[in-house]
């Protein structure tokens, strides 16, 4: 069973920056992928940024340039390094890790951007 804990949302004005982390109870380098996914109200959950193990980052092409996707694999720790913030930013940002055909989740943080 893999448990993930995002923390780091907030409110933050436009052009801001923030930076979410996912803990994971498991070693984040067993898993076969990890990602950032996003809510916004109304809309359908979206990919952020995803990583395959062994590959590096792919992003949205709403938040390239302006996102990071990194890793410590000693804290079972990743983040999400958000910068230049926009309005449209503003959702329910969640971890997501894939591991032994199975997909898990995190309760999320939310994250709004004020113009």
């Known amino acids: 069973q893999v448990q993930l804990v995002e923390s780091g949302g907030g409110l933050v004005q436009a052009g801001g920056s923030l930076r979410l982390s996912c803990a994971a109870s498991?070693?984040?380098?067993?898993?076969?992928?990890m990602g950032w996914y996003r809510q916004a109200p109304g809309k359908q959950r979206e990919l952020v940024a995803t990583?395959?193990?062994?590959?590096?980052?792919d992003y949205a092409d709403s938040v390239k340039g302006r996102f990071t996707f990194f890793r410590d694999n000693a804290k079972n720790t990743v983040y999400l390094q958000m910068n230049s913030l926009k309005p449209e930013d503003t959702a329910v940002y969640y971890c997501?890790?894939?591991?032994?055909?199975?997909?898990?989740w995190g309760n999320g943080t939310l994250v709004t951007v004020s113009s």
């Open positions: 498991g070693s984040i380098f067993s898993f076969n992928a």
């Open positions: 990583r395959t193990a062994g590959s590096s980052p």
């Open positions: 997501e890790a894939h591991y032994a055909g199975m997909n898990y």
